[in-house]
């Protein structure tokens, strides 16, 4: 008799088709809820598509062994274990390989501990082989995303011409991805899916076991079935992924989903399948449905960033998620929990944090990090916060994004350039600094952006180890421009900001 495993994030009917187990075990550890300070979002979330997984599987003849939250004495994995293990003749597990680093050393521990053979079984809800990954990342000193998107696609087979090119001519464009939001565009809202009867109790539940955690269980709409998942991506394929390539790096007031798919917590929980979601948009695409730009920009994200995401962390795990390169050592302010303070691009963006546990990619990597980095916050703290308060986070995602991509604390292992900007970019690709108590054109003085002076100082700190980098060239030059007593007055301009609102912890005003 076989008992498969399967955690909070290995929620799918293709693992159990594939292993065909005698029962499953799903095991709703508070332990683990609690040992974060998760969003409450992203608890309920987890938790009901455990429990509709849970029927969902029955309703397929599947015995199931499920220790829900409030069941004691079985708080946590070990305790359900444990007992699972008293109640069975035959113990023995079988685990799919957990993506977090910490979860698969966990389990390794198991077998010592309970006196039972587990049976780890490769993770095939990603497309790529961690230890195939090592073996061409590690030798490398920059192991370059397009380099292994290029690969992936020929792989897969994932738009390309018989001859070996790509679709169009062109492996990659991006450049196409970065049009300014137009004054009145409109956005089809993602579907919008009424709390059954089951998540009405998960939301009860959670208010109630995690009164402490950030955000609230309110407007809960998220799906947790693998029927509504399925619904929701072809509403997005249908509705928005069209316009999705061409204002991929727009920000609006208000719109904090605009024409993004809102389907990474589906993804990464395991109710919809990448492959499949990558066929379909390459099927939109032959049909005409949707442009070029669009199908190669959307694909480029799930064979690309977030497998490439995925083998980093398995090829540089635990001593990655330390990583300071530029030695940023403040805490977070206390606005980054509520979202309160006065400038507008960052009240936004945490608000909807906040509220919705959510916020697209230009969003967390543009304003959140890139001020974050600039502003010399700790990457292990920014990395700590991301974890708790987004519903799609995992640490296989959360740690290269922020640490590599956003905080740019990796020794340049996965971007080779900072993703830095002043208030010139943020006014461009959004209409944030219109409501803004700060100028997005002044560096200096009372009503200057802080993001021009964190900036420029940022470039002039780290001028010699960026010089490296012939894509810094023109921002270095333009930071060289600047004489030594603005320099020095945007200095200090930047110490009376931390001073103020990052290390006393108070809302700025
Ligand atoms: C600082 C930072 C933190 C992030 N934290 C997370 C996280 O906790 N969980 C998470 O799933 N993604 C994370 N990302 C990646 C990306 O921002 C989100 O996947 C995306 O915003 C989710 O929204 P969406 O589903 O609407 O994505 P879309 O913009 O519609 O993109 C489609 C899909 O592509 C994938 N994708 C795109 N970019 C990335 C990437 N860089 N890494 C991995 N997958 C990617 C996601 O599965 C996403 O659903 C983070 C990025 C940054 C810069
Ligand atoms: S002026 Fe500066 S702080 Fe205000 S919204 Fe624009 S970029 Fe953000």
Known sequence: MTTLWLMEDQLSI???RKHRPDRVLLIESKKHFTSWPFHKHRIAFQISSIRHFVDELIADGIEVHHYPLNR?????ALGAITHLVKKCKDPDLMVIDPSEHHCAQWIKTLPEKLGIKITIESNTLFLTDRDEFAAWARPL????MEHFYRRMRTKLGVLMESDGSPVGGQWNLDKENRKPPKRGMTFSPPISIKPDSITLDVLKDVEKAFPTHPGSTNGFFLPVTRSDAEKAWNDFVKNRLPQFGDFEDAMLVGQPILNHSFVSMLLNVGLLNPMNMVRDVEAAYHAGRVPLNSAEGFIRQIIGWREYVYGIYWSFMPEYRD???LNAKLDLPEWFWTGETQMHCLSQCIQGVVDRAYSHHIQ???IICNFANMASLSPQAVNDWFYAMYADSLDWVVTPNVIGMGM????ATMATKPYISSAAYIHRMSDYCKGCKFDPGERLGDSACPFNYLFWTYLNDFADRLQKNPRMT???KNAQKIDAKEMGQMMDQR???IDLHIRKKVTPS
Not at 72 to 76: A, E, F, G, S, V
């Open 14 to 16: 293709d693992l159990v």
């Open 72 to 76: 004691r004495p079985y708080l946590d």
């Open 141 to 144: 000193k920059k192991p370059i």
């Open 323 to 325: 990583r300071n390169a």
């Open 364 to 366: 967390r990597l543009m």
């Open 408 to 411: 740019h604390a990796d020794n």
């Open 474 to 476: 023109m921002m270095l």
């Open 495 to 497: 110490k009376r900001f």
